[in-house]
Nanobody
Framework: QVQLVESGGGLVQAGGSLRLSCAPS????MGWFRQAPGKEREFVAA????????RYADSVKGRFTISRDNAKNTMYLQMNSLKPEDTAVYYC????????????????????WGQGAQVTVSS
């Protein structure tokens, strides 16, 4: 059983930045998803086991960066130029995978989830 723990959420003004962390990242394929009030969960970003392949939702492309430090067993989501519409609970997710360079943007492929971190962006 993998227990993922997110940290780094908070309140920030529009245009500001936050960095989320998730541990442990282990040897899993990893991803970030978010859910805003009254909306369905949506994909944000994913990173392969190797860290060499990433994928982003169009809504965050160019503003968010997903990364991982395998030595520290931690994954990150650097969020810049935040907008009020980025307000949501952010969840990290992990999936068991043998392939080193594949990514998945569908939540059902992830077997492990963190408890969520609230990100609130004020206008």
């Amino acid at each position: 059983q993998v227990q993922l723990v997110e940290s780094g959420g908070g309140l920030v003004q529009a245009g500001g930045s936050l960095r989320l962390s998730c541990a442990p990242s282990g040897t899993y394929g990893m991803g970030w998803f978010r859910q805003a009030p009254g909306k369905e969960r949506e994909f944000v970003a994913a990173i392969s086991r190797s860290g060499l392949t990433t994928r982003y939702a169009d809504s965050v492309k160019g503003r968010f960066t997903i990364s991982r430090d395998n030595a520290k067993n931690t994954m990150y989501l650097q969020m810049n130029s935040l907008k009020p519409e980025d307000t949501a609970v952010y969840y990290c997710a992990a999936r068991r995978v043998q392939a080193m360079h594949t990514v998945v943007d569908i939540g059902n492929f992830y077997g492990y989830w963190g408890q969520g971190a609230q990100v609130t962006v004020s206008s």
